[in-house]
C-alpha cells in the first residue's frame, strides 16, 4: 500500500483538528500554538509546490473525573498519521514520577496504532478513561471533600375532566396505568368524570398522554400544581393511593350514571381541595362555615 503522500497527510491533519473542534467547542479547549497555522496550511494545500508550512502544534484542555486535569501538548509532524505522532501530557496535579509514568503509558498506547490512523481523539479519549490511578498515586493528590448537591424533583397534581367516565374498558385503563406509574388520586366516574393524579412530573405527563390517545376527544387538563421539592414528594400527597369514586345522585344512577356534586365537593374539602370545584366545574363552593 503507498504511504499518503505530504499533502494527504496535512488534508488528514486539518480533518482531525476539526473534530477536536467539534469535541471541545469552547473556547480555550483547544489553543493552538501559532493561531496562523491552520491558515497557512490551507494555502499550501492550494498551491503545494512552494516551502512546506510551518508544523501544527495545539494543546488540548482534557477535563477528566479526578481532582486534576490533564494539558496534552500535541504537535503533527508533516508526514502524520504515516509518521508517529508528538504528543506529552502535563498536570499540575501530578508530581514527577506519575506524570513521567503516565507519558509512557500513553506512548504505548498511541504505539498500537498503524500507520496513517489518526490518534489524537483516541489519545484523549485514553486520558479520560485512565488517568484516575496516576492522580491517586501522586504525591501531590489530596482526597476531595464530596458535595453531595441534593437532587430536585418536579412534584405534579393533574386535575383532569372529561364529560363521562363509565365503560369499564375505560376505568379499567385508568386504573392500571395509574398503578403501573406508582401515581396516587382517584378517578371518579359517572358524568361528569373526574381524574386526578399526583407524584412526579414524567409518571403524570406519561399518564395524560397514555389516557388521552388514540381516541378519547371529550377530556380535558382544567388544572396542573407543580412544586419542586429535594424528596420523593411523599409528604406533598393529599391521597395515599389511587382509587375509583362512585357519588350516586337521587336518581337512577345505575342508568343516567349522574353523580353527586355536593358529596364530591365534601370529598374535596377533606383532602384540602376545595379551591379546584370552582376550576373544574365553574361553580364556587359553598363553605358549611358560613
Known amino acids: 500500500m503507498t504511504a499518503p503522500s505530504v499533502t ?10 476539526e473534530m477536536l473542534y467539534s469535541m471541545f467547542p469552547n473556547k480555550g479547549e483547544v489553543r493552538l500554538e501559532d493561531p ?20 501544527i502544534g495545539f494543546v488540548v484542555m482534557v477535563y477528566t473525573d479526578y481532582p486534576g486535569d490533564v494539558e496534552l501538548q500535541v504537535a503533527f509532524p508533516h508526514n502524520y498519521p504515516n509518521a508517529k505522532l508528538q504528543l506529552f501530557g502535563r498536570s499540575y496535579s501530578l508530581d514527577r514520577k506519575q506524570q513521567l509514568q503516565l507519558n509512557q503509558d500513553l506512548t504505548a498506547y498511541i504505539t498500537t496504532f498503524d500507520a496513517g490512523e489518526l490518534c489524537v481523539c483516541a489519545a484523549v479519549q485514553w486520558l479520560r478513561d485512565n488517568s ?3 492522580f491517586r498515586r501522586s504525591k501531590l493528590f489530596t482526597e476531595p471533600v464530596v458535595k453531595v448537591k441534593p437532587v430536585k ?3 405534579q397534581r393533574m386535575w383532569i375532566y372529561s364529560h363521562q367516565i363509565c365503560r369499564p374498558e375505560l376505568r379499567k385503563r385508568i386504573w392500571e396505568c395509574a398503578k403501573r ?5 382517584f378517578f371518579l366516574t359517572g358524568k361528569p368524570g373526574i381524574i386526578c ?21 371529550h377530556i380535558s387538563c382544567k388544572h396542573a400544581e407543580s412544586v419542586q421539592t429535594e424528596t420523593n414528594g ?35 374539602k377533606q383532602h384540602q381541595s376545595e379551591h379546584i370545584f370552582q376550576m373544574l366545574f365553574g361553580i364556587e363552593s359553598k363553605s358549611s362555615d358560613h
Open 197 to 217: 393524579v399526583e407524584g412526579e412530573k414524567s409518571p403524570c405527563e406519561e399518564f395524560w398522554h397514555t389516557i388521552r390517545y388514540p381516541n378519547w376527544k
Open 132 to 134: 484516575g490511578p496516576y
Open 153 to 155: 424533583i418536579t412534584f
Open 181 to 185: 406509574l406508582n401515581l396516587t388520586g
Open 234 to 268: 411523599d409528604e406533598l400527597r393529599l391521597f395515599k393511593t389511587f382509587e375509583e369514586l362512585q357519588f350516586e345522585s337521587h336518581g337512577n344512577f345505575r342508568h343516567d350514571y349522574h353523580m353527586d356534586l355536593g358529596k364530591f365537593l365534601e370529598f374535596l
Open 36 to 55: 496562523n497555522a491552520l491558515r497557512r496550511v490551507k494555502s499550501y494545500l492550494k498551491n503545494p509546490s512552494g516551502p512546506l508550512p510551518p508544523r
Open 8 to 17: 494527504e497527510c496535512l488534508e488528514l491533519q486539518l480533518l482531525e483538528i
